[in-house]
């Protein structure tokens, strides 16, 4: 069997994710986020950015693409670039601190999990997991936009949503983490 290039299109597209992260801040930050071009050009980057998301994952698995840097390199840029949105939306005033930081901590301490069971196995993405993702890029996309005040209940109803998947899915998280360290110990004590 071959081994699969490092470079190859899902790379690519993860890639480019990280390279618009910068891009999509400067649209986002110029003229202090309040041009309607300048913000409608930040929430296009933005959902571009997040379409390949999607498309590098199932490029990847559709044509035998997957890559160590790959598996490393996705997460991140997803990672950053919702982090970038948040952190951007919360100093320009117009989404709360504390939103901001529940994602954040969610993301930072599943991340932690991840790496504190890697030695007894890989919890699988969920159900819940892709739906807190999707509710968040769809939620945050709502609140980059441009759009007149009367959607801003929407705005709210989808961040809201988006904030209890964040929360129910990282602790549905911390669950599974700890059944799979349990488990792990108890066939490494059977073992010896």
């Given at each position: 069997?071959?081994?699969?290039?490092l470079?190859n299109?899902?790379?690519i597209?993860t890639?480019?994710?990280?390279?618009?992260?910068?891009?999509?801040?400067?649209?986002?930050?110029?003229?202090?986020?309040?041009?309607?071009?300048?913000?409608?050009?930040?929430?296009?980057?933005?959902?571009?950015?997040?379409?390949?998301?999607q498309?590098?994952?199932?490029?990847?698995?559709?044509?035998?693409?997957?890559?160590?840097?790959?598996?490393?390199?996705?997460p991140?840029?997803?990672?950053?670039?919702?982090?970038?949105?948040?952190?951007?939306?919360?100093?320009?005033?117009?989404?709360?601190?504390?939103?901001?930081?529940?994602?954040?901590?969610?993301?930072i301490?599943?991340?932690?999990?991840?790496?504190?069971?890697?030695?007894y196995?890989?919890?699988?993405?969920?159900?819940?997991?892709?739906?807190?993702?999707?509710?968040?890029?769809?939620?945050?996309?709502f609140?980059?936009?441009?759009?007149?005040?009367?959607?801003?209940?929407?705005?709210?109803?989808?961040?809201?949503?988006?904030?209890?998947?964040?929360?129910?899915?990282?602790?549905?998280?911390?669950?599974?983490?700890?059944?799979?360290?349990?488990?792990?110990?108890?066939?490494?004590?059977?073992?010896?």
């Amino acid at each position: 069997m071959s081994q699969v290039p490092l470079l190859n299109v899902a790379n690519i597209l993860t890639v480019s994710r990280l390279v618009l992260v910068p891009v999509f801040l400067i649209a986002l930050f110029t003229e202090g986020g309040q041009s309607f071009g300048w913000r409608l050009a930040a929430t296009v980057i933005f959902a571009v950015a997040s379409l390949t998301d999607q498309l590098d994952g199932w490029l990847a698995r559709k044509h035998g693409l997957v890559t160590d840097f790959g598996k490393v390199a996705d997460p991140i840029a997803d990672k950053a670039l919702t982090g970038a949105a948040l952190f951007g939306l919360s100093i320009l005033g117009e989404l709360p601190w504390w939103v901001t930081i529940v994602i954040a901590a969610r993301e930072i301490g599943v991340t932690l999990l991840r790496f504190w069971v890697i030695r007894y196995g890989v919890i699988p993405a969920s159900p819940g997991g892709k739906a807190k993702t999707l509710t968040q890029i769809i939620a945050i996309g709502f609140f980059l936009a441009p759009l007149p005040a009367f959607f801003d209940v929407v705005n709210w109803i989808l961040m809201g949503l988006a904030v209890a998947l964040t929360v129910v899915t990282g602790l549905d998280y911390v669950f599974r983490a700890f059944r799979l360290r349990a488990k792990g110990i108890r066939a490494r004590r059977a073992a010896s």
